[in-house]
């Protein structure tokens, strides 16, 4: 495998972003984050890719965290740039305008946690664990996972998970709505994810941008914005070629050809 710390693969029109240090249990260090915000910016400006699939190299882990050797000397000021770092990758990948699959092998934990949950959709292999351990450092999660956390799991789990810093295996995480599904080993994960990513790279690429905006919309806006916004983009995709060509498909019982225009 290659020796560098992310690895961007694109085919299929899916972008496959792999973080590599599985020495480190693919600790993200500040060079990660910044490289991981860069190849995200690249997947989204590439026409040719239709969806994201992140994982971490190896089986042990996802992203384990931080790279605890980065806190050491820090104060309130000097650590702001790494917290905001985090911040701004998981915002952008969460916003950008593809899907973005979470394919969780091992540990995601702290930051890795909070990465995964800034994506669209998490699928876990049995080995996985969760956790936002933070405050066995005397710290708090600074990624996110005060915010996204609680949205996802409920108020009341995501603040047990928090204050006591414990990990959770795969089958709670889903229990309690963390991750989509789960799959006995890590090869069927990775086959199962990169299976799903190839299925949404097929689907009209307005109406899934489109759909992400607006399930987005349902943690940003009251409700009454947010519906009025999914009325306005739901007669936005009846101007598209995708639309008139789904509908003749549908219709004339064949395949659909989308060109995601």
């Not at 050491?72 to 969460?94: H, T, W, Y």
């Not at 949404?200 to 919309?217: D, F, H, I």
Request: aromatic content about 6%.
């Amino acid at each position: 495998m290659s020796d560098e710390e992310v690895i961007y693969e694109v085919a299929d029109g899916v972008a496959t972003i792999t973080i590599n240090r599985p020495a480190k249990y693919n600790a993200l260090n500040s060079s990660v984050v910044t490289t991981l915000r860069e190849l995200f910016k690249k997947a989204e400006d590439d026409k040719s890719v239709r969806v994201i699939l992140m994982t971490g190299a190896g089986e042990k882990a996802f992203a384990a965290g931080a790279d605890i050797t980065e806190f050491q000397g820090k104060d309130s000021n000097s650590v702001r740039p790494l917290a905001e770092n985090g911040q701004m990758l998981c915002k952008f990948i969460e916003s950008m305008s593809k899907p973005v699959i979470a394919a969780v092998n091992g540990f995601a934990l702290g930051g890795g946690c909070e990465i995964a949950m800034a994506c669209d959709i998490r699928y876990a292999s049995s080995n996985a664990k969760f956790g936002q351990p933070e405050i066995n450092l005397g710290i708090i999660p600074g990624f996110g996972g005060t915010v996204r956390l609680p949205r996802l799991v409920s108020l009341g789990m995501a603040k047990e998970l928090v204050y006591a810093g414990d990990q959770i295996r795969a089958d709670e995480a889903l229990r309690i709505g963390l991750v989509n599904r789960v799959f006995e080993s890590v090869e069927e994960l990775r086959q199962s994810a990169m299976a799903l990513a190839k299925k949404l790279a097929t689907k009209p690429g307005v109406a899934l941008e489109l759909a992400k905006q607006s399930l987005n919309n349902a943690w940003e806006l009251p409700l009454k914005k947010n519906l009025e916004f999914e009325v306005d983009v739901f007669c936005k995709t009846f101007d598209t070629d995708d639309m008139v060509e789904g509908v003749d498909a549908f219709l004339g019982k064949r395949d659909a050809t989308f060109k995601h225009k």
